[in-house]
């Protein structure tokens, strides 16, 4: 279990790097036997997405510590499909599983008491059954973060950039994306309020995770009817949005990442809404080695615990300062700023405020 717990705190140490560009690695590391797995939820690596990264980085990880390693893709996003990828690792050998994100929940439920040996990292999500009953078994360890607040502080940012035309375009409508959204619209209408100017944004949810022709042309549509700023969320829509950006107008239509930096992807990205897993990793490495480590836990992350962050070191703002950042991050952490989350309202349009109109 020593070793397990070490590549946990590996694993999650991926997602603190930065998102990289290539190609979509589309055929499956299925040969043999492997110790580690993750399982893609998609039928591919996408170019850009946090998938990507994470499979990169664990078989580099697993490399480096004599461990066999494969990814296993899906053919769609459900429960049965995810379990039949489960089961196909296991068969392989594997011993240490990787599931990233939430729509892995409910077959995280099922798997952990499938599996009892078999030892299960679940990434932005708690394993749950199909009635809503929670629960995280011995050899599981999950994690979720305070998306709301990671929005909030990339929509707040925006408008004291001084952008008044913004867009939201997630994913599917699942809660982390969800949260993104909610806190995004709540930091622009925060900072808007201030400024005390009329920002618009754009929301609307694709359905799928994944890149398309369909992204990229509502991101385009958004970008000539004179969106100068769009937030992506969710999988690998990031890369149609930046798509988008770049051909209608690479040098003033700008992109907000999320979960990763994404700097380096494009000139068009202004910052990203991220995930400090280096603080996941701090916390389970000082539990670990006082021999405090807790499994079968859901381990929270927030401004409080600085488990949330707006990418500022390798933002391109000309207006809003780390001093500016530095200030709105104090309040969420402390507490005064308190932001509605996924289940929080009804819609985005009941946290725009006075000062923000919300288009669908």
Same mark, same amino acid.
């Given at each position: ?9 590996a ?37 850009g997405s ?22 296993y893709?899906t ?101 982390? *994306?969800?949260?993104?959204?909610? @806190?995004?619209?709540?930091g622009?209408?925060?900072? +808007? $309020? #201030? /400024?005390?100017k &009329? ?15 369909a ?13 100068? *700023?769009?937030?992506?969320?969710? @999988? ?7 798509? +988008? $950006? #770049? /051909?209608v107008? &690479? ?29 996941? *990793? ?27 962050a ?20 104090a ?8 932001l ?21």
């Amino acid at each position: 279990m020593k070793r397990f717990f070490m590549f946990v705190t590996a694993v999650i140490l991926i997602f603190s790097l930065t998102a990289c560009g290539g190609s979509s690695e589309k055929k499956k590391s299925d040969e043999g036997t492997s110790e580690v797995a993750m399982i893609v939820d998609g039928e591919q690596l996408a170019e850009g997405s946090v998938d990507q990264n994470t499979w990169l980085s664990v078989k580099a990880l697993a490399d480096e510590n004599g461990l066999s390693s494969q990814y296993y893709t899906t053919k769609d996003p459900s429960k049965d499909t995810y379990l039949a990828s489960i089961q196909k690792a296991v068969d392989k050998g594997a011993k240490f599983i990787v599931l990233p994100g939430s729509n892995f929940e409910t077959a995280a439920y099922a798997a952990q008491s499938a599996y009892p040996d078999v030892d299960f990292l679940l990434i932005d999500g708690v394993p749950h059954d199909e009635n809503g009953a929670y629960a995280t078994a011995s050899n599981m360890v999950s994690m979720v973060f305070a998306e709301e607040e990671a929005g909030y502080l990339a929509g707040y940012a925006a408008v004291k950039e001084g952008y008044t035309k913004l867009g939201f375009l997630g994913g599917q409508e699942i809660p982390s *994306v969800k949260r993104y959204g909610y @806190g995004f619209v709540q930091g622009a209408a925060a900072a +808007a $309020a #201030e /400024k005390e100017k &009329k920002v618009e944004i754009r929301y609307q949810y694709t359905g799928s995770n994944d890149a398309s022709d369909a992204a990229k042309d509502t991101a385009s549509a958004w970008y000539k009817d004179g969106t100068q *700023v769009i937030f992506a969320s969710g @999988g690998s829509i990031n890369s149609s949005v930046i798509k +988008a $950006a #770049e /051909k209608v107008d &690479k040098k003033k239509k700008k992109v907000i990442g999320s979960d990763v930096d994404q700097s380096e992807l494009s000139d068009t990205v202004l910052t990203s809404a991220e995930k400090n897993l280096d603080k996941a *990793v701090g916390d389970l490495m000082k539990d670990y080695a006082s021999d405090k480590f807790v499994g079968g836990m859901a381990f929270n992350y927030a401004a409080k615990n600085n488990g949330v962050a707006l990418e500022i070191d390798n933002g391109r703002f000309d207006k809003f300062t780390q001093e500016d950042y530095d200030a709105v991050f104090a309040k969420l952490k402390s507490g005064e700023i308190e932001l509605k989350k996924d289940t929080g309202a009804g819609s985005a349009a009941e946290l725009a405020g006075d000062w923000v109109t919300i288009v669908q």
